[in-house]
């Protein structure tokens, strides 16, 4: 079955950087387009990034970009958030997706405070 798994979260200081990582397992992971969304309680789940399964040039929520980097790997199964300058209102529980078929993973949080 199709299992997404996110690390990589933690506590930082405002302007440092962190990467998340997301495995995924279980289909045919180059084929799939994958997201970052974000979720703060009280509040929906936002679209963060996504990187496309062909070449296409990532897409970006606007208020992270230019300072964050989605990637993936299509021989490990990983998709990749590089995080930098992170600002207080970064903080939330990262979750990673695979739009097709609406898989999410159980998140990973990220809390950026000085």
């Known amino acids: 079955q199709v299992q997404l798994v996110e690390s990589g979260g933690g506590l930082v200081k405002p302007g440092e950087s962190l990467t998340l990582s997301c495995l995924a397992s279980g289909f045919d992971f180059k084929h799939y387009t994958m997201d970052w969304y974000r979720q703060v309680p009280g509040k929906e789940r936002e679209f963060v990034a996504r990187?496309?399964?062909?070449?296409?040039?990532?897409d970006y929520a606007d208020s992270v970009k230019g300072r964050w980097i989605i990637s993936r790997d299509n021989s490990k199964n990983t998709v990749d958030l590089e995080m930098n300058n992170l600002m207080p209102e970064d903080t939330a529980l990262y979750y990673c997706?695979?739009?097709?078929?609406?898989?999410w993973g159980r998140g990973t949080q990220v809390t950026v405070a000085s």
């Open positions: 990187v496309w399964e062909t070449n296409r040039t990532p």
């Open positions: 997706s695979r739009p097709t078929g609406n898989y």
